[in-house]
């Protein structure tokens, strides 16, 4: 059983550029999380998804920032014209929700670390 | 915004001794959970905590929760040099039914030397 993975771990980028990350949750787990946590901070939420759809998105994602699930597995998390603030771990979370439940565990994936020059 | 703050930021101990950590929230709670995060790494979830329960035990960690106080601690028993660390408390704002974003603390650094 693998654990949430995500691509790239390491990201370094000129400040203008596009980049985009991958999440892959575990299997079978119909919701997904993207947090973003700076050095010395907690992890900060972004948005998530239910199976496909993007059912809340933070005051953090600006309209520079695009996260999609298509196909209900696996999500992309895009930054676009990227700035130095955007320098970041970026954290991919999954968990299993079924109605009923009254909680709910994310697991974490290993991030993906962006540093904007 | 974060949700509360952990206490302290920092925490130096020899191998063997207990660590604790409190943390405080700001809102009412559905639970608590608290994670550990080792350096660059993902999180790892160590253990939940309802809004009716006041202890839980889970190996060598206990955790408590005083909902009156809207604050919690986590007591890691018997430290080892792996246990350094950093932890965080997260809540989460509502009920399953409407996504549970998790809200973390800003974490206390925990190192254990041997």
């Known amino acids: 059983d693998t654990g949430v993975s995500q691509d790239p771990r390491h990201k370094i980028t000129k400040r203008g550029q596009n980049v985009t990350f991958r999440c892959d949750p575990i299997?079978?787990?119909?919701?997904l999380y993207w947090y973003r946590q700076t050095l010395g901070q907690g992890p900060e939420f972004l948005t998530y998804f239910q199976n496909e759809a993007q059912l809340e998105k933070s005051r953090l994602l600006s309209d520079r920032f695009s996260a999609e699930r298509p196909k209900g597995s696996f999500s992309t998390l895009e930054i676009q014209r990227t700035e130095q603030g955007d320098s970041a771990m970026y954290l991919c979370a999954s968990s299993f929700w079924e109605r009923g439940a009254t909680q709910e565990t994310q697991y974490f994936g290993p991030g993906t670390r962006l540093l904007v020059l | 915004s974060q949700q509360g703050e952990e206490d302290p930021q920092a925490l130096s101990i020899q191998e063997g001794e207990n660590a604790t950590m409190n943390c405080s929230y700001k809102?009412?709670?559905?639970?608590l959970q608290w994670y550990r995060q080792n350096s660059g790494r993902g999180l790892v979830h160590l253990i939940l905590i309802r809004s009716n329960e006041r202890e839980k035990h889970s190996g060598r960690l206990r955790v408590t929760l005083d909902t009156s106080k809207k604050s919690s601690s986590l007591l890691i028993t018997a430290s080892r040099a792996a246990d350094t660390a950093s932890y965080f408390c997260a809540t989460s704002r509502g009920w399953p039914q409407a996504g549970t974003a998790l809200i973390f603390g800003k974490g206390t650094t925990l190192s254990v030397s041997s």
């Open positions: 299997s079978e787990h119909n919701r």
């Open positions: 809102t009412s709670i559905n639970n």
